[in-house]
């Protein structure tokens, strides 16, 4: 008996659905374009077309949906936010815009930050106070909090952030004014010390302010999104998919929708995890490149590294502090705009430049047919052949190669180029691109992406993957099956989890056990409720302990983890240990005679999703030795200057187990195409993914 399971991913050009039976691991997959200014729509697109492929009925799906989405990184990078206030402590209203007082670039006169999400003028203060001890000195008034509540009903504020002075040792007053808001206004209403209860003002402000923020939009698209699965009678209830890797629900996502902020990406990188464990890989490079950006992770001893905060919207992609540095777990990872849909343009030097800036799905590149006239990506590999303009989507949404061309001509006589040599210049430099983030990023990590198995996915990752991985110093590509759709299929293996962390600043000899445990007491029912919401049974919920932990003085801690269980069990001699261990791996060094401080205490709840056998979608053909036939040729240039190749096309379906063939080479499925380059050998692995490995150039 089938048992059916649906995960949806919007993003910024396409929205991908996967229909998964668990039962017998086969997979039906298909997309269809995003619809930006009303997300529903390209939702029922791609799942109708979806379940009308695989004919399978809504009822049949009983299993929660998976949803993973780009609203809130848009929301927030596009200035597309609800109208939010922000309500603090008197003497506390400009702190959003004095930030931190920190200078991503010192010799910048000309400085930029973006915009706070929620402005001066919607900034409120109250009188109240609470003590860094936690005691609470002055409690709001009830005439304080009437004439607050007449200001946000004057100022028409669609949601409310509440972020009090010291707030994470004692939320006692944030929450009194909270609870009084929810129930005066009627409007979304988040305080900081449920979205962030963690030490330093500016982090904590930033991050309630862009959840307040982004309430508006999450909230009526997730009611609107339940409400059309019960009328076309879905079974299942919706879990989305959150930036550390786990899945929430639906409920508990609109109440903190800053936790989905790099909800996609991060789907993408649980499915490179699944990858990874799969094939034996101990370190494997995550390559998702969609319509709108591309995304790099690392996995390492199968897990993708994460992070405690994570920095959106910045104003320069590559300079660390000018976004909002939000305290939010996130998978590790890096993003730039460089996808299908990434512009190409001559900067003031005449120099030819690719993104960040996007086409989107509307209009889309200029082959879309729907009004683009400026030269894409997709654009560009249309123009090389590299993409079949006939079978783009299987051929019903076929490109047109006359606008390809004409869109890369003008650009052609700025460079005084041909037009091919032009769409390979825009190939070179979107691939330069991306192996720069990604470089740039290990080497923040201190890893050497040399020789790193790199996987390829989304949509315009496998045409541009080979290019990338030469450039990294890598030998080896894998192309898995459904590779346009990797993130959404990503959902479907992601466990059912939450990090929780809160401040309780002490010295490591100074712990007091009690108040730790009770710390720890109330972070397990919190994270014990959100998995219960979730449809998780008490029994496989799990519990996992860390701290953020630095010598006494510094102003920057480490994350260090510390056993799992349903209780604390790690001696003040185990901390140390762990702390100087990874402290002496980050710096080189320990310091001697200097106390270690406790300043953050985390726990992470989850539990492992069952586990999934994907296969092919029908059966792939009977594994055999030697080579495949193709099943066409066309004409496609690899590089600028030089000539046109007659190039060999596989169509995947077709491609036995275990046959193997030389580049160049284009192997189309519907969804994408995997460019094999000249000098590497392809070879299908037995789950019918193509294992590419450099040869001599």
Not at 47 to 74: D, K, M, Y
Not at 222 to 246: D, H, R, Y
Not at 249 to 265: N, T
């Amino acid at each position: 008996m089938a048992d059916w399971r649906l995960a949806v991913d919007i993003g910024g050009t396409f929205t991908d659905a996967v229909l998964l039976d668990a039962a017998t691991g086969a997979v039906t997959v298909d997309k269809a374009l995003t619809t930006p200014a009303a997300p529903l729509e390209g939702v029922q697109h791609a799942v109708g077309q979806l379940l009308s492929r695989a004919g399978v009925a809504p009822g049949e799906i009983t299993a929660p949906i998976v949803h993973a989405t780009t609203l809130i990184t848009n929301a927030l990078i596009e200035n597309k936010t609800g109208r939010a206030a922000l309500v603090t402590t008197t003497g506390f209203g400009d702190t959003l815009l004095i930030r931190d007082e920190h200078r991503y670039d010192m010799y910048d006169l000309q400085i930029e930050f973006p915009d706070p999400p929620i402005s001066r003028e919607l900034t409120f203060e109250i009188e109240e106070r609470t003590a860094a001890t936690g005691e609470v000195l002055m409690a709001p008034s009830a005439a304080g909090m009437t004439a607050l509540t007449q200001e946000l009903e004057a100022a028409q504020a669609e949601s409310v952030a509440v972020c009090l002075l010291n707030s994470y040792v004692n939320p006692a007053n944030e929450r009194l004014l909270a609870d009084d808001l929810r129930r005066e206004l009627g409007v979304p209403v988040c305080a900081s010390a449920d979205i962030s209860p963690q030490i330093r003002e500016y982090p904590r402000m930033i991050t309630a302010a862009c959840n307040a923020a982004t309430m508006p939009i999450i909230g009526p698209y997730l009611e609107e999104l339940q409400k059309w699965l019960s009328a076309e009678g879905f079974g299942g209830s919706v879990l989305m998919m959150l930036s550390n890797g786990g899945v929430v629900s639906a409920d508990d996502a609109a109440a903190a929708p800053i936790r989905l902020v790099e909800s996609g990406p991060a789907a993408g990188a649980l499915a490179a995890r699944w990858f990874a464990r799969r094939m034996g890989e101990d370190r494997l490079l995550a390559f998702d490149m969609g319509g709108t950006t591309a995304k790099a992770t690392l996995v390492e001893d199968g897990e993708p590294a994460l992070t405690t905060t994570f920095e959106v919207a910045r104003r320069y992609r590559f300079k660390k502090g000018s976004g909002f540095p939000v305290s939010v777990p996130s998978v590790d990872l890096v993003e730039i705009g460089a996808g299908g849909g990434s512009l190409a343009h001559l900067d003031q030097f005449g120099l030819l430049k690719v993104g960040p800036e996007s086409s989107g799905a509307d209009p889309g590149p200029a082959c879309y047919r729907q009004g683009g006239k400026q030269a894409a990506v997709t654009d560009a590999d249309v123009v090389l052949g590299l993409l079949d303009p006939d079978a783009f989507l299987g051929g019903d949404m076929p490109l047109d190669a006359a606008l390809a061309l004409s869109a890369v001509e003008p650009l052609a006589d700025g460079l005084g180029l041909s037009a091919i040599d032009t769409a390979a210049g825009m190939y070179e430099v979107v691939s330069q691109n991306m192996a720069a983030a990604a470089r740039m990023h290990a080497v923040e990590r201190g890893v050497d992406l040399r020789g790193v198995t790199v996987l390829a996915f989304g949509g315009a990752g496998p045409p541009h993957a080979c290019r990338v991985a030469e450039l990294l110093d890598s030998d080896r590509v894998v192309f898995p099956v459904h590779a346009s759709v990797l993130s959404a299929f990503g959902t479907l293996v992601s466990p059912v989890r939450i990090d929780l962390a809160r401040s309780m600043p002490v010295k490591l000899a100074e712990v007091a056990a009690d108040d730790r445990d009770r710390l720890l007491d109330e972070l397990r029912a919190d994270g014990r409720r959100v998995l219960l919401s979730a449809g998780v049974p008490t029994t496989d919920i799990g519990f996992r302990y860390g701290i953020d932990a630095r010598y006494a003085g510094q102003g920057n801690e480490i994350t260090i983890w510390l056993g799992e269980g349903d209780a604390w069990t790690a001696t003040n001699e185990e901390v140390a240990a762990a702390f100087e261990a990874e402290y002496r791996r980050i710096y080189g060094m320990t310091i001697d005679d200097v106390a270690i401080e406790a300043v953050t205490w985390r726990l992470s709840a989850r539990a492992d999703p069952a586990e999934v056998a994907a296969v092919y979608s029908g059966p792939p053909p009977a594994a055999s030795a030697g080579s495949p036939q193709p099943a066409s040729a066309r004409t496609a240039v690899f590089g600028r200057e030089q000539d046109a190749m007659d190039v060999p096309v596989y169509r995947r379906a077709d491609l036995a187990i275990g046959t193997s063939f030389a580049g160049p080479a284009l192997v189309e499925e519907r969804e994408t195409t995997s460019v094999i380059r000249p000098g590497w050998n392809v070879t299908i692995a037995e789950d019918a993914s193509l294992v590419a490995v450099a040869g001599e150039k």
